[in-house]
């Protein structure tokens, strides 16, 4: 049986979502979690779009339709998608440099049965998701 913990925070304006996503996740020690839920604003998204080099920014008023991902002290892996004033959603991978508008009220669900690490696997040219349990035998 594995029990669920969960940690749930309030994002202000002018703070950095990501960044401080990772500060609370590295504080806490996290290291299996994921994003239960987030909803808020930004006034600027960083987002890089499948398989493209580059990243993609604007600054306006956006709202928070979706983040998902996996968290850990070992490397998170987060995505985003953001709407303007007329309902446009543009989403992909969450980068630095995402800026609160209003709010974000974010809930991750953690375990300690678990070890989420980002390890190159020879499947993909980018370090992925390794699940071990704790005492770092693989699932």
């Known amino acids: 049986m594995s029990s669920l913990s969960h940690y749930a ?8 979502l990501k960044e ?8 806490k020690h ?3 979690g994921w994003i239960s839920t987030c909803v808020g604003s930004l ?10 080099p ?3 920014k604007a600054t306006g008023h956006f709202e928070i ?15 985003i998608a953001v709407s303007d004033s007329t309902g446009k959603t543009i989403g992909g991978h969450l980068l630095d440099s995402n800026i609160i508008y ?9 375990t300690g049965t678990i070890e989420f690490k980002r390890e190159k696997d020879g499947t993909t ?15």
């Not at 006034?43 to 493209?52: C, D, I, K, L, S």
């Not at 040219?125 to 699932?139: A, G, H």
Request: hydrophobic share 35%; charged share 25%.
């Open 9 to 16: 925070f309030r994002l202000k304006p002018g703070q950095l």
């Open 20 to 27: 401080e996503i990772q500060k609370i996740v590295d504080d």
């Open 30 to 32: 996290i290291k299996a």
């Open 43 to 52: 006034t600027e998204y960083n987002v890089r779009f499948a398989n493209q």
């Open 54 to 56: 580059g990243e993609s």
């Open 65 to 79: 339709v979706s983040l998902t991902g996996t968290v850990s002290v070992n490397g998170s892996h987060l995505h």
């Open 102 to 110: 209003t709010t974000a009220e974010i809930v991750i669900l953690y």
């Open 125 to 139: 040219d980018w370090e992925e998701l390794q699940v071990t349990k704790n005492d770092s035998t693989p699932l």
